[in-house]
């Protein structure tokens, strides 16, 4: 089974400020890492396919980077609304997600 | 535009058995893999199953083999999960969700709440 390892598990920011969570894999996936963005009681939604494609209609402040076991979901110049859990998730063997990343707007 | 309905969760007891039902339209359902993901309250996502399109191949996470099965009507546009032998541990918020390439995860329902309790 794969192991996605994500930190921090918490971030407080600042509107504008950019923020960088991470995402580590307990062994080699390639590309196959993907970002999805939590609201309070909504479902996930799908931000960052293989690791760098932006899915329809994202905002470009949101892009990700890295393969093999390491991965960077970046959001440059967090916006109000951007106050959510992250989460990554992997599907090079089965599937499985990272433990996620709260981020709160200060 | 993709809706996928999850149905069937509610208050059940230990030891019971719940089927969970899924209704999409919007994509041709028949060609896509589905999946169900769980989320127990206040915490993390949980990948628990996959069904492929068209051979029907089943996966499941380790963990959770054995109680949980998958399974699909084409014709229905229906997705489904069975589990039996309920424990307080299943209780969750259960999402339908497509994966239009067999991997990413594309679309997500609003999900269903089980709850396990005596």
């Known amino acids: 089974e794969i192991v996605l390892t994500q930190s921090p598990d918490f971030q407080s920011v600042t509107v504008k400020e950019k923020v960088t969570i991470t995402c580590r894999a307990s062994?080699?996936?390639?590309?196959?890492l993907h970002w999805y963005q939590q609201k309070p009681h909504q479902s996930p939604k799908l931000l960052i396919k293989?690791?760098?494609q932006s899915f329809s209609g994202v905002p470009s402040r949101f892009s990700g980077s890295g393969s093999g076991t390491d991965f960077t979901l970046t959001i440059n110049g967090l916006e109000a609304e951007d106050g959510a859990t992250y989460y990554c998730?992997?599907?090079?063997?089965?599937?499985?997600f990272g433990g996620g990343t709260k981020v709160e707007i200060k | 535009e993709v809706q996928l309905v999850e149905s069937g969760g509610g208050l059940v007891k230990p030891g019971e058995s719940l089927r969970l039902s899924c209704a999409a339209s919007?994509?041709?359902?028949?060609?896509?893999?589905m999946n169900w993901v769980r989320q127990a309250p206040g915490k993390g996502l949980e990948w628990v199953s996959s069904?492929?399109?068209?051979?029907?191949?089943?996966y499941y996470a380790e963990s959770l083999k054995g109680r949980f099965t998958i399974s699909r009507d084409n014709a229905k546009r229906s997705l489904y999960l069975d589990i039996s032998t309920l424990r307080v541990e299943d209780t969750a918020v259960y999402y339908c969700?497509?994966?239009?390439?067999?991997?990413?995860?594309?679309?997500w329902g609003l999900g269903t709440l089980v709850t396990v309790s005596s």
């Open positions: 969700v497509s994966a239009t390439t067999v991997s990413f995860f594309d679309y």
């Open positions: 919007g994509f041709t359902f028949s060609a896509y893999r």
């Open positions: 069904i492929n399109a068209y051979t029907e191949n089943t």
């Open positions: 062994q080699d996936i390639g590309n196959s």
């Open positions: 293989f690791a760098s």
């Open positions: 998730h992997q599907t090079s063997s089965l599937s499985s």
